[in-house]
């Protein structure tokens, strides 16, 4: 079964709650930004903004780098493919499972129907 | 049959809807009959492997345990309690793991703690079954059942997909 550490999971999950942050990682999708033009659209200060930045940081989901004064951000989907990857493993187990119910099921009131009436 | 995911700020739940042909009885009885159960859900959780041992004890603070081994001799065994027991509407449990598994006994569980939730509802004589894997941050959260923002997996695909 895929193994999620638990406290990197709570990061993701709260960092992915926020909708300015969900758009934020929707930006960066399309290719690394420099910090300043990644906040431009927002209508909220740079510290705002940055807050979010750095919950992003820490959930690992985006990787700053410096060059000089400027500080750029780039995606990692590592985070989410994890949860990704989690809620796939379970999806196809319920789902061989609830093949198997249905199969069972038939066959079970099939015999029921197949026994002498007491 | 529908499929869903949703990321929330302390969990991550995963839900099955699928109708099935029987009335809402049958389909809660077979998961709770210890006999009824090895026989479904027994071939589902095998892949090669084979069923070793089941126990089922379905009732509020009652335990199962479902052992399988794999074909390489490895035991995955999945423990839990469950939480609530209303039939024919509902059916709530605990998932977990055992760190060894190998034993005939309950065995030491490894985290993370899930949650199952099964609603059961009535569509004439066949049976609409909701399945809740919910995955949660803390413990107290699990228990807590804290709702917090909803946010459907597939438009995190787009993203995923780098």
Redesign the interface.
Known sequence: ?VN?S?KL??R???A???PTR?RI??HL?HGDLCVTDLARPYSMSLPAVSKHFRVLEKAGLVHRRRQGRVHSLK?D?QP??Q??A??EE??K??????????????Q??ARQKDEPKK | MSTTATIKANNIQLQLTRVFDAPRELVFQAWTDANQFKQWFGAAACDGASLESVKVDARVSGKYRLQVRRPDGEFYTTVGTYREVKPPERLVFTWAFEKDGSGEEFGEVEPPEMLVTLEFKAHGRQTELTLTHEKFASVESRDRHEAGWGRCLDSLGKLVGQ
């Open positions: 079964m999620c638990p999971l709570n993701t999950f709260a992915l709650a926020d969900r990682l929707e999708s995606l989907a989410m493919q949860a990704q989690w809620i379970y999806r187990f319920w789902e061989a499972g609830f093949d198997r119910l249905d199969e069972y099921l038939k079970l009131q």
